[in-house]
């Protein structure tokens, strides 16, 4: 299939790993011209000069810091003058601290506040101005399957990222009729560094092995185990495509079958 991404700028936030670097991957694969961003210049690069490797993209490396609204002015002025524009948007940033109610004071809170939502805020007003001159584009969030069904010690992540899901959802209306299309992407148990580093937090606390906590995560997904990175990329490439011209204000789970909700 033909997603008729070759040559379309792409911008991937927390792309350096994990699962902005699973779509930045698919996207550069599909000749889209990808401007990956990440907090540790080091990472950037390398994901930077191994994308290159592996696709023969054009790939540009930003350091970027999501929280900062500085930051992302300078991202998007640096995809800009490479590329000319902006046609996509990978909306995402790394999660919060996990804990509980009692663990987070009001700093903690603010943190998280400008980490998850203010991130997203910032990042869509900074490329909305350039997709409406181009007459169109498409927005991507990065959530969590916690909008569903809240996670235990996630309580930051629960609820940001629930306010991330409902500005989602606003925007896909609002924005609709300019052919701006908005989705968002829940990600369930997908075999990332955040995962293996929340079952090793959950392994400590109940003083059992690593694998223990994965298999009896394990036990709790339809398909019987954890999600790949590749898959979710190519799910995420494909709503960013012109092949997913009629979807949009959807919130989809990558998670094996396991939310249980209807809806």
Not at 127 to 154: H, Q, Y
Not at 190 to 196: C, K, L, S
Request: hydrophobic fraction near 40%; avoid cysteine.
């Amino acid at each position: 299939m033909d997603l008729g991404l070759h040559g379309k700028v792409a911008m991937v936030a927390a792309s350096s790993k994990g699962l902005g670097y699973g779509i930045a991957r698919e996207l550069a694969k599909e000749g889209a011209l990808v401007s990956i961003g990440a907090r540790t210049e080091s990472e950037v690069f390398e994901a930077a000069d191994t994308l290159v490797e592996e696709t023969e993209a054009e790939i540009l490396p930003n350091v970027l810091d999501v929280s900062d609204a500085d930051s992302i002015f300078q991202w998007v002025e640096n995809t800009t003058n490479a590329f000319g524009g902006v046609d996509k948007l990978v909306v995402n940033a790394g999660g919060p601290p996990a804990g509980t109610f009692d663990d987070f004071n009001d700093e903690a809170w603010q943190s998280a506040f400008e980490l998850t939502l203010m991130s997203s805020v910032r990042m869509i007003r900074s490329v909305l101005p350039l997709m409406r001159e181009a007459g169109g584009g498409s927005i991507l969030f990065i959530t969590s399957i916690s909008v569903k069904e809240p996670i235990d010690f996630l309580l930051l992540s629960n609820v940001m990222r629930s306010g991330v899901t409902s500005l989602a959802k606003s925007l896909s209306k609002q924005l609709a009729p300019e052919n701006i299309r908005v989705n968002n992407l829940m990600p369930g148990r997908i075999d990332t560094e955040r995962v293996q580093t929340l079952d090793g937090m959950n392994a400590q606390k109940q003083y059992v092995s690593v694998s223990e906590i994965k298999s009896a995560n394990e036990r709790g997904i339809p398909l019987g185990r954890y999600g790949t990175i590749e898959e979710f990329g190519k799910l995420g490439a494909f709503l960013l495509s012109d092949a997913a011209s009629y979807i949009t204000g959807q919130t989809i789970a990558v998670d094996g079958g396991s939310i249980n909700t209807v809806w």
